[in-house]
């Protein structure tokens, strides 16, 4: 972390409940602490710039004055060509996603950089609908590089500006290493944003066919099918019923998570049958879109946020050891607590967020007592009275991970939100937790 300057230092000073305005749902102080860390990081780099590039990723999309500072931040790298650095990428796409009106200038300097600025750059791209961007993306769509020629070509899509004949001239041209660098970077923060023109899905398909890893796989047929494309829902029916028998459970997991996908763009479609293969570690690692020597455990919480009962057994496996020493067994026991009835799970939580031995469990701890309370039976609002009340006390933090918590825990609260959305959704977690700036 940035050495702290007189502006952060005074934070310590901060009032327990800090005010928010309302046109802004990040407080005073909070935008301070970030806008500080942001200037000593383009200052000099920070020996762990991933904490601060996730947290800014998560919280500049609540804060039109964070957005601000974090423009003027990716106005310098751009004129240096840091487009390396994991500040850029979560900068570039923080504000492209938001609509930041500095977004297209940014854009068309980066793009004619070499290699474009890099796949962060091309994805940000995706988003933003200016039209100067037009000649500048259609020329670098016919470069001799295959895998930026595609990324290019995909934003032109995207853009709907192309029909996406091209983009599937270029997929059997994409190499292995390139098409892992594209599904993380390029493909996956598509899946979490508006359904893109169905034209995508030819290309798709012909990267489906050449990817061994399902969990890859997998990403590459969200998109798709979000777009309106069945082809690879159809693919994974068959495969479930058909397949060989060691993959079936697998492939199973696949249809049940494709037949969400397609019916969260078309809610009239009838309901989702919730799956009852039961997910090991395994298993879920294979549906990752990480390396599956990582471990992670995303697709487990993509089940328990379905409030699938299969996952269950694997859930409380997880927090068998009290008190709660990692991230995975904190949000486990907050599924547990909100949906299976384990409300003594909560006190676990309150005592991981008092008494953690790593400061960056303490925000996260906060955050998934607040989702604990919204239970199907109804919010417990005692339960998140006290989270609130926990997360003002982490303003002051020096762990900037615990600060992003504790401001998007106060920023639910400002909204007055669906009781049951949460705020230790599997994106905020993999940015603030975990460092993937995707």
């Known amino acids: 972390m940035a050495t702290q300057t007189s502006k952060a230092k005074g934070l310590e000073a901060t009032p327990k409940k ?42 500049a999309r609540l804060s039109p004055a964070l957005r601000a500072s974090v423009g003027e931040a990716t106005a310098t790298m751009v004129k240096r060509g840091s487009f390396s650095r994991e500040l850029y990428g979560a ?42 961007l037009a000649p500048i993306l259609a020329k670098l769509a016919a470069s001799r590089q295959s895998h930026l020629a595609f ?3 995909t934003a032109r899509v995207c853009r709907r500006e192309s029909n996406g004949a091209h983009l599937t001239q270029l997929a059997p041209m994409i190499k292995e290493s390139h098409r892992i660098s594209l599904c993380v970077e390029l493909f996956v923060p598509l899946v979490r944003g508006a359904p893109v023109p169905v034209h995508v899905g030819p290309a798709l398909s012909v990267l489906r066919g050449a990817e061994r890893h399902l969990g890859r796989w997998l990403v590459m047929a969200d998109v798709a099918v979000k777009a309106g494309d069945r082809g690879p829902l159809d693919e994974a029916v068959s495969k479930a019923q058909l397949g060989p028998s060691s993959s079936r459970s697998a492939w199973s997991l696949v249809a049940w998570s494709l ?7 078309a809610p009239q479609a009838p309901a989702v049958v919730s799956p009852t293969t039961r997910p090991t570690v395994e298993l879920v690692a294979r549906l990752s879109d990480r390396p599956s020597a990582d471990r992670d455990t995303t697709f487990l919480f993509r089940m328990a946020r379905a409030r699938a009962a299969s996952c269950k057994p694997m859930l409380e496996a997880l927090v068998k050891a009290v008190p709660l020493a990692d991230e995975v067994s ?37 955050a998934a007592l607040w989702d604990s309370a919204g239970s199907p039976g109804g919010v417990a609002p005692g339960v998140r009275a006290r989270a609130r009340d926990m997360a003002d006390e982490l303003v002051a933090s020096r762990c900037l991970s615990s600060v992003a918590w504790s401001a998007l825990v106060r920023a639910a609260h400002a909204r007055e939100s669906d009781p049951d959305a949460l705020v230790v959704a599997e994106t905020p977690f993999r940015w603030i937790q975990w460092g993937w700036l995707e």
């Open 18 to 59: 800090p005010s928010v305005a309302r046109a802004d749902l990040v407080d005073k102080a909070t935008r301070a602490r970030f806008a500080s860390e942001l200037d000593a990081a383009i200052k000099r780099k920070p020996t762990n710039e991933t904490k601060l590039a996730g947290a800014i990723r998560a919280v």
């Open 330 to 366: 904190v949000r486990a026991a907050s599924f547990l607590a909100r949906d299976h009835g384990r409300s003594e799970l909560r006190e676990a939580l309150v005592d991981c967020a008092m008494n953690a031995k790593r400061d960056e469990l303490r925000g996260l701890a906060v």
């Open 151 to 153: 990324g290019a070509e």
């Open 91 to 132: 900068s570039i796409r923080t504000l492209a996603e938001a609509d930041d009106r500095t977004v297209p200038a940014l854009l068309k300097a980066a793009l004619g950089a070499d290699e474009a600025g890099g796949n962060a750059t091309l994805s940000a791209a995706s988003f933003c609908k200016d039209p100067s």
């Open 259 to 265: 037949s969400e996908t397609a019916r969260e763009v």
